[in-house]
């Protein structure tokens, strides 16, 4: 069913990416007139190209308003305009003739359509995150929590229906291995101080237990402790919510650790080095332009993490 969703989903976003980008079909053959010997089947290949990706870029954004999906749209095609406009100053000399082919002027048009393409490329990329962002952001903790649970619940599903498989149906793979998986998975649910996950996940335990003779876990197995391991967690999070934001300061810069936000921050005096950029990325540090600074989730592998960055920072 999820399938089917998905390509469902997947025509309507082709069916609206070929209705944006229609009235671009002369601007395609007249991209190839002077590179190739069939420019309508060239231009309608690379129409069709993009019109795939534009699909992909809707689906991937499909949860954002009609409003933002409708503008992104428009950016797009004026983007591949602009790129067949370039593509369409780029000859061949075997289309063309060799004699007198200016060859100076072709190298600039050919170095002018690169370039554009790789922005538009860069221009796909963070439009779509940026997009995403917003989508993320404007939604409620209800919606966050179903959202969570919902993966949870899948992967519990798919941890459960191997071991059921193994138990019942000789399939393979080792047992423990699973078992293992799945009680480590709610683990750092609990951890994270998620008491309605683990106490969902219990329940769907248990509801396989009653059905099957060989439970999943047995009565001794920590599995069983877990809601009171959520429940302290839960109790020590609440109780760091309400503390200060800690700062420790660092050569260039300092470290911010947000609880009310649950965000890890460093905030640099100058724009970091790329290589300090590449190692922040690397683990796991994105850039937030409201914030001014790079954060992550605030968890004790995130500030684990601040002594790969070399930075000498110590908390």
């Avoid at 369409?88 to 075997?94: E, G, M, P, T, V």
């Avoid at 919606?143 to 941890?159: L, T, V």
Wanted: with cysteine.
């Amino acid at each position: 069913m999820e399938r089917l969703s998905k390509h469902l989903d997947y025509v309507v976003a082709t069916g609206k990416a070929e209705e944006t980008l229609s009235s671009l079909k002369k601007d395609s053959q007249d991209a190839h007139y002077w590179s190739s010997f069939d420019p309508e089947r060239a231009g309608r290949v690379e129409l069709d190209s993009y019109t795939h990706s534009l699909a992909d870029d809707l689906c991937e954004i499909q949860t954002a308003t009609d409003e933002d999906k409708d503008r992104y749209r428009e950016q797009f095609r004026a983007k591949v305009r602009d790129l067949f406009a370039r593509e369409s100053r780029i000859a061949s000399a075997a289309v063309t003739g060799p004699a007198r082919f200016p060859v100076a002027r072709n190298k600039k048009a050919i170095a002018s359509y690169d370039g554009a393409c790789r922005d538009f490329a860069e221009w796909r990329k963070k439009a779509v995150g940026a997009i995403l962002r917003c989508v993320e952001n404007g939604k409620s903790q209800e919606q966050r929590d179903d959202e969570e649970w919902q993966e949870a619940r899948k992967k519990i599903f798919d941890e459960v229906a191997a071991i059921c498989d193994i138990d019942e149906k000789n399939g393979w793979g080792y047992r423990s291995l699973f078992v293992s998986n799945l009680y480590g998975f709610v683990e750092r649910k609990a951890r994270n101080g998620k008491m309605s996950i683990v106490e969902k996940a219990m329940a769907l335990v248990e509801e396989y237990n009653s059905k099957h003779k060989k439970p999943v876990f047995t009565r001794r197995h920590k599995w069983y402790r877990l809601p009171e391991l959520a429940l302290k967690y839960s109790v020590k999070m609440e109780e760091t919510a309400q503390s200060e934001p800690k700062v420790t300061t660092f050569a260039g810069g300092k470290v911010v650790q947000d609880y009310v936000d649950n965000r890890l921050r460093l905030l640099f005096d100058d724009k970091p080095a790329p290589d300090v950029r590449d190692r922040l990325k690397h683990n796991g540090f994105r850039w937030s332009p409201s914030a001014g600074a790079w954060q992550r989730q605030l968890t004790h592998n995130a500030v684990y993490s601040l002594r790969y960055l070399e930075l000498g920072i110590q908390l």
